[in-house]
Nanobody, 116 residues
Framework: VQLVESGGGLVQPGGALQLSCAAS????????MRWYRQAPGKERELVAH????????YYADSAKGRFTISRDNDKNTVYLQMHSLQPEDTAVYYC??????????WGQGTQVTVSS
């Protein structure tokens, strides 16, 4: 059972990135899938989540209008499309899967650096 994030990197302010989170050993359709981020010296914060069975999404205020979370159940993968990136978006981004009665699953994280 694991989550593997990819797609991070260095981008200039105003740029875009798409993060991917590939799941194995379980089906993301049955989980709430979340993206968190943690900037240096700060606590980990929830960025967005998606609930497949409810077809619903949630975004932190910092992500609204700029980030889009989506999932491809056939590929068992969750995505975070990020636009208009700013230096304050610099962080390690983590994928997370939760389900009632099950231990939370975390990925290893992918670094996003926004800098000119």
């Amino acid at each position: 059972v694991q989550l593997v994030e990819s797609g991070g990197g260095l981008v200039q302010p105003g740029g875009a990135l798409q993060l991917s989170c590939a799941a194995s050993g379980f089906t993301i359709r049955s989980y709430i899938m979340r993206w968190y981020r943690q900037a240096p010296g700060k606590e980990r914060e929830l960025v967005a989540h998606i609930i497949s069975i409810l077809d619903s999404t949630y975004y932190a205020d910092s992500a609204k209008g700029r980030f889009t979370i989506s999932r491809d159940n056939d590929k068992n993968t969750v995505y975070l499309q990020m636009h208009s990136l700013q230096p304050e978006d610099t962080a390690v981004y983590y994928c997370n899967a939760v389900r009632t009665g099950r231990l939370a699953i975390w990925g290893q994280g992918t670094q996003v650096t926004v800098s000119s």
